[in-house]
């Protein structure tokens, strides 16, 4: 102990108090102030003394006959204000009244007989200084013991959650504040187990169904769960409070449970933002459905973006790709002769059966420019060719319903180039697009130009063709070389009719290596041997198109 103790002698024989305060001395003067007082009125002054410099007095040991005020009378005084500190009565003519009146009025702790024995006596002064130290560590103990209580009782009354216990019965024997106000209660319950979801009115969270008992969180922590739900619910007639609950077992020093504790708080609010942010997500993920219609998430990869909002004006990158033009044949005529609400419905009618093989082939759309479609493939130029064969299958099928409907069949033309573009974003400060450039493109458009010119549907370029990792798999056949404006070399030009109508792919593959051999006689300016093979061509099919045009260039 960390105090100053003190031992206090009393007698009125200076000699035997002399004597007395030596023995002490020896024997306890190390951890105890040894004090010596001639009377009762003098030993009080000294307690009182020594109590004020903050010196406990552990024990006393008195005369009991002396002038004045006796021992017996004294240790009384003393008890009714120290009642903690050890009273031991020295003296060989006290009677038993006096021993007696000592024991119950000053909770004598031992009668020792004059003359005194200094071994009974130093042996009877270290088991009341030892009984002294317990019990002063075990009224520190307590007084620790009420101080936790007492800060946990604050700590728990000003949390923001409810806190309440229950014993083995299901009984509440605790709830704070917070507690007795998320269950609207005065007092606490006399609740038992079976009783319990019905008195807090607990439901099960979204319905009108009780809580069962079985398994509230309190009681499977009464039987040694640890529980954590979100899924219970207290229903009042005006109100429903969802609660997240959690319950722990409390265990005594055998290891037997005797509590559970339950924490729990209102999530209104939670659950209220957690609707918000469902809510939210929903309608962020629907805004990026519709977003994606606009820039296509392949375009965001391509610039290696996860989401449009990172898109800046500026951005480029250069990349191989396959451009796909397509584009609807004497559109303008015919759009003059609807109504824009009609146009517009045509338009999107054909777009909407051109779209999936695109997206079926592994393209996206770059853009719509009115009739037109302008996609790219990023990859194998397979992907394109095969786009460009399943548009022209899927409009056949299309000009079919639209010929029972009585409606003109409608007649588009496809380009294909293979080569090195640049995909960014142009624009200004209001408003931005995302686009590619480039030569590659440009070729690209020029060859969806050329189908007019051949009047047929879907050509592509030596580029592409050279890209192909499938080329037997497809009926093509090399047309012609064209020059484009601002490059020297001359671009070759495919005709792919892999979707022709069945017998006119099997004349054209029938006619192929004769027509390609008056192509090439007709480069090297072989006029004759060219005009020959062309004319067997044109006997063999003469709706092909491309013999026809050869054939006035010759004349």
């Given amino acids: 102990m960390n105090e100053e103790l003190a031992i206090l002698v009393v007698d009125d024989e200076p000699m035997v108090l002399e004597s007395l305060a030596e023995e002490l001395q020896r024997n306890f003067g190390e951890n105890y102030q040894i004090e010596a007082a001639e009377s009762g009125e003098e030993a009080l002054e000294i307690i009182e003394e020594l109590h004020t410099e903050g010196i406990k007095i552990a024990a006393v040991v008195s005369d009991y006959l002396m002038p004045g005020m006796k021992g017996d009378e004294l240790l009384s005084q003393i008890h009714d204000q120290y009642p903690n500190i050890l009273k031991i009565m020295l003296t060989g003519q006290a009677g038993v009244d006096a021993v007696g009146n000592a024991v119950n009025s000053a909770n004598l702790y031992r009668y020792i007989a004059k003359p005194w024995d200094a071994t009974d006596l130093n042996l009877t002064l270290k088991e009341a200084l030892k009984k002294y130290l317990h019990i002063k560590q075990l009224e520190e103990q307590n007084a620790q013991l009420r101080e936790s209580e007492r800060r946990l009782t604050q700590i728990l009354e000003a949390m923001p959650i409810g806190v309440a216990v229950h014993d083995t019965t299901g009984k509440m024997t605790y709830a704070n504040q917070k507690a007795q106000e998320l269950l609207k209660l005065e007092v606490l319950p006399d609740t038992k187990t079976n009783e319990l979801s019905t008195d807090f009115n607990f439901y099960q969270a979204g319905t009108e169904a009780l809580y069962p008992t079985e398994q509230l969180p309190i009681v499977r922590s009464l039987a040694g769960e640890t529980v954590y739900v979100e899924d219970l619910e207290i229903h009042y007639p005006h109100e429903i409070i969802p609660l997240e609950v959690s319950t722990t077992p409390i265990e005594d020093k055998t290891g037997q449970i005797f509590q559970a504790i339950a924490t729990f708080q209102d999530i209104s609010d939670r659950k209220q933002a957690e609707a918000e942010r469902e809510q939210f997500t929903k309608e962020l993920f629907q805004l990026n459905e519709a977003l994606s219609r606009f820039v296509p998430r392949q375009f965001l990869q391509s610039l290696a973006r996860k989401s449009i909002t990172e898109i800046q004006l500026g951005e480029s990158i250069e990349k191989e790709m396959s451009v796909l033009f397509a584009d609807i044949r004497s559109f303008t005529n015919r759009s003059e002769q609807m109504t824009p609400e009609d146009t517009f419905k045509f338009i999107n009618g054909y777009l909407r059966r051109m779209e999936p093989a695109i997206i079926a082939n592994g393209g996206f759309i770059d853009k719509y ?168 061509c044109l006997q063999k099919n003469p709706s092909d198109s491309v013999v026809q045009i050869y054939l006035q260039r010759l004349t």
């Fill in 369 to 536: 420019i009115g009739d037109e479609i302008m996609a790219l493939f990023e990859g194998s130029a397979d992907s394109a060719v095969k786009a460009g064969v399943n548009m022209l299958k899927t409009l056949a099928e299309y000009n079919l319903n639209r010929q029972q409907l009585g409606r003109q069949a409608i007649e588009i033309g496809i380009g294909i180039n293979t080569g090195n573009l640049m995909l960014g974003t142009l624009g200004g400060d209001f408003r931005i697009d995302t686009t590619v450039i480039g030569d590659a493109v440009n070729l690209g458009s020029r060859l969806q130009q050329l189908t007019k010119v051949y009047q047929t549907p879907l050509l592509i370029s030596h580029n592409t063709f050279a890209q192909l990792e499938e080329q037997m798999n497809y009926a093509l056949r090399l047309i012609d070389q064209v020059q484009v404006r601002g490059k020297a070399e001359k671009v070759g030009v495919f005709e792919v009719f892999e979707a022709d109508p069945p017998p006119q792919k099997q004349v054209k593959l029938a006619t192929k290596l004769t027509f390609e051999a008056a192509v090439i006689y007709y480069y090297q300016g072989a006029v004759e041997k060219a005009k020959s093979l062309f004319n067997e």
